[in-house]
Protein backbone atom coordinates (compact mmCIF):
# COMPACT_ATOMS: atom_id res chain seq x y z
CA UNK A 1 0.00 0.00 0.00
CA UNK A 2 1.30 3.28 -1.18
CA UNK A 3 0.44 7.03 -0.20
CA UNK A 4 -1.54 7.19 -2.62
CA UNK A 5 -3.91 4.12 -1.77
CA UNK A 6 -3.62 5.90 1.35
CA UNK A 7 -4.87 9.60 0.66
CA UNK A 8 -7.65 7.99 -1.59
CA UNK A 9 -8.67 6.02 1.38
CA UNK A 10 -8.84 9.01 3.63
CA UNK A 11 -10.31 11.00 1.59
CA UNK A 12 -13.20 8.64 0.58
CA UNK A 13 -13.65 8.17 4.55
CA UNK A 14 -13.92 11.92 5.03
CA UNK A 15 -16.19 11.81 2.06
CA UNK A 16 -18.82 10.02 3.56
CA UNK A 17 -18.44 11.82 6.69
CA UNK A 18 -19.12 14.94 5.05
CA UNK A 19 -22.06 13.27 3.32
CA UNK A 20 -23.27 11.86 6.79
CA UNK A 21 -23.10 15.27 8.34
CA UNK A 22 -25.09 16.85 5.73
CA UNK A 23 -27.58 14.08 5.64
CA UNK A 24 -28.24 14.16 9.33
CA UNK A 25 -28.76 18.58 9.25
CA UNK A 26 -30.76 18.19 6.40
CA UNK A 27 -33.18 15.49 7.63
CA UNK A 28 -36.92 16.68 8.04
CA UNK A 29 -36.79 14.98 11.77
CA UNK A 30 -34.34 17.59 13.28
CA UNK A 31 -36.00 21.08 11.48
CA UNK A 32 -38.05 21.77 14.60
CA UNK A 33 -35.54 21.43 16.50
CA UNK A 34 -32.67 23.53 14.64
CA UNK A 35 -35.31 26.22 13.95
CA UNK A 36 -35.86 26.27 17.46
CA UNK A 37 -31.93 26.65 18.40
CA UNK A 38 -31.86 29.06 15.61
CA UNK A 39 -33.88 31.83 17.86
CA UNK A 40 -32.19 31.01 21.04
CA UNK A 41 -29.78 33.79 21.26
CA UNK A 42 -32.65 36.28 20.89
CA UNK A 43 -34.75 34.78 24.04
CA UNK A 44 -34.91 36.76 27.26
CA UNK A 45 -33.25 35.31 30.32
CA UNK A 46 -36.48 34.92 32.06
CA UNK A 47 -37.76 32.60 28.81
CA UNK A 48 -34.63 30.38 28.74
CA UNK A 49 -34.29 29.53 32.61
CA UNK A 50 -31.71 26.60 31.76
CA UNK A 51 -29.26 29.52 30.51
CA UNK A 52 -28.62 31.30 33.51
CA UNK A 53 -28.46 28.11 35.10
CA UNK A 54 -25.58 26.79 32.84
CA UNK A 55 -23.98 30.48 33.06
CA UNK A 56 -23.73 29.83 36.94
CA UNK A 57 -22.61 26.59 36.67
CA UNK A 58 -19.62 27.51 34.52
CA UNK A 59 -17.09 28.99 36.65
CA UNK A 60 -17.81 26.35 39.50
CA UNK A 61 -17.13 23.57 36.60
CA UNK A 62 -13.99 24.85 35.08
CA UNK A 63 -12.59 26.89 37.80
CA UNK A 64 -12.47 30.53 38.61
CA UNK A 65 -11.21 32.85 35.55
CA UNK A 66 -10.66 36.46 36.38
Known amino acids: MDIGEVRGII ?3 T ?3 FAGVGWWAYR ?13 P ?3 EAEAP ?12 GGEHR
Request: charged share 30%; glycine share 0%.
Open 15 to 17: MLA
Open 42 to 44: FLD
Open 50 to 61: EASESASAAPEA
Open 11 to 13: AAV
Open 28 to 40: PRNRDRFEEDALY
